[in-house]
C-alpha cells in the first residue's frame, strides 16, 4: 500500500526540487511518472531536466513517443503508466485518487508554497486523501533544508 507524500515548495524552483525527488525515486530502482496538467507544462519541465547539472542527469522522455514503455522517468497529462512506473510525481496541480496512491509505492505532490490557489489544491487532495485512509506526510523546505511537519 502506498503513501503520499506533499512537497510544499518555498526556496526551491519545481525543476531543482523535481530532479532532487527523480533522483531518490530512481536510486529506489523505481520507474517514475511525473503527470502533469497540460502539455506545455511538461515540454517546460522537460527542458530544463535536461538542461540541469551533468551529474544530476536523468534518463527521461515525454509521453507518446514509441518508446515510453522504456522511459525510467515519463512525463506525462493522462492517467496511464506507460513504463510500469512504481512512484508518481504531481506537478501543477495535476490530480490523483486515492486507488492511485494505493496502487503504488509512492505518489509524490509537489505544490508552490507562493500561489494560494496551489495551496487551496494540495489541502484539498491532502483531506480528499487521508480521508480516504490513505498514509500522507506533509513536507516543508521553509527552514532552508527539508523536514516532515505532519502525517496521517
Partial sequence: ???????????????????????????????????????AGLEALDRALWLGPEEEFLAHGLADGA??????????????????????????????????????ERVCVLFDGDDPAALDRARGQWRSLTGAGVSAQYWSEESGRWEKKAEA
Fill in 1 to 39: 500500500m502506498g503513501a503520499a507524500y506533499f512537497y510544499h515548495l518555498t526556496r526551491r524552483p519545481l525543476p531543482e526540487t523535481l530532479r532532487m525527488l527523480l533522483g531518490k525515486a530512481r536510486g529506489a530502482g523505481w520507474r517514475v511518472v511525473v503527470r502533469g496538467p497540460d502539455r
Fill in 67 to 104: 518508446r515510453d514503455a522504456l522511459q525510467p522517468v515519463l512525463l506525462t497529462e493522462g492517467s496511464d503508466l506507460a513504463n510500469g512506473a512504481q512512484c508518481l510525481m504531481l506537478v501543477q496541480g495535476a490530480e490523483v485518487q486515492a486507488e492511485e496512491v494505493r496502487a503504488l
